[in-house]
């Protein structure tokens, strides 16, 4: 499969996928960050599951993939000081004759590297997100995972943002405050960005 690029929605990419035509589409969307990333793996990658953020909030994914593999690993990010930046596996079938299934997977964050999990076997894929950060994965999946791309955003969380959000939480609290002194005849500041 080659790469393709569309532009989506919150300034995000489609790149990929890499692996097989193998199993049904799923999409995971476009969020903040990603969270933590659960692989179950043996021969192959069996399944993935994404905890995502969505502007400081948890949201989990759906697993895509199937039940088997003896393996399993969980990669916790420290979102929003550490980002994923770089995937990198490989694929193959995993019998003869049948579809190319996603072999291994590395993940980079920019801090750390986790991986490889699975079987390095098979053709190559590499993707580092050039100035942007993972936001969500899409791909095929069915008994095994047949396919994985991504959607990178070209924005990266900073530390305005992560003071815009606690500030956005604060001044809900400073209106509540506010209309509670007014009501008993003072006054009530408040204050927003």
């Given at each position: 499969?080659?790469?393709?690029?569309?532009?989506?929605?919150?300034?995000?990419?489609?790149?990929?996928?890499?692996?097989?035509?193998?199993?049904?589409?799923?999409?995971?969307?476009?969020?903040?960050?990603?969270?933590?990333?659960?692989?179950?793996?043996?021969?192959?990658?069996?399944?993935?599951?994404?905890t995502?953020d969505?502007?400081?909030?948890?949201?989990?994914?759906?697993?895509?993939?199937?039940?088997?593999?003896?393996?399993?690993?969980?990669?916790?990010?420290?979102?929003?000081?550490?980002?994923?930046?770089?995937?990198?596996?490989r694929?193959?079938?995993?019998?003869?004759?049948?579809?190319?299934?996603?072999?291994s997977?590395?993940?980079?964050?920019?801090?750390?590297?986790?991986?490889?999990?699975?079987?390095?076997?098979?053709?190559?894929?590499?993707?580092?997100?050039?100035?942007?950060?993972?936001?969500?994965?899409?791909?095929?999946?069915?008994?095994?995972?047949?396919?994985?791309?991504?959607?990178?955003?070209?924005?990266?969380?900073?530390?305005?943002?992560?003071?815009?959000?606690?500030?956005?939480?604060?001044?809900?609290?400073?209106?509540?405050?506010?209309?509670?002194?007014?009501?008993?005849?003072?006054?009530?500041?408040?204050?927003?960005?």
């Amino acid at each position: 499969m080659g790469i393709r690029f569309i532009a989506l929605r919150d300034n995000g990419i489609l790149l990929g996928p890499w692996g097989g035509n193998g199993g049904d589409i799923w999409e995971d969307g476009v969020h903040s960050g990603v969270r933590d990333i659960t692989l179950v793996y043996g021969d192959c990658i069996d399944s993935i599951l994404v905890t995502y953020d969505n502007n400081g909030k948890p949201v989990l994914g759906e697993k895509h993939g199937g039940i088997s593999g003896s393996k399993r690993a969980q990669i916790k990010l420290q979102f929003p000081e550490e980002i994923l930046i770089s995937v990198s596996g490989r694929y193959c079938p995993v019998v003869y004759g049948g579809s190319p299934v996603i072999r291994s997977l590395t993940f980079k964050s920019n801090k750390r590297t986790f991986g490889p999990f699975g079987i390095e076997e098979g053709t190559p894929f590499n993707f580092l997100a050039n100035g942007g950060h993972i936001v969500g994965f899409y791909g095929r999946s069915g008994w095994f995972l047949d396919s994985l791309g991504f959607c990178l955003s070209t924005t990266k969380p900073n530390l305005f943002r992560r003071i815009h959000l606690m500030f956005k939480g604060l001044n809900a609290l400073a209106i509540k405050e506010g209309e509670y002194n007014k009501t008993k005849g003072s006054k009530g500041y408040s204050f927003g960005i």
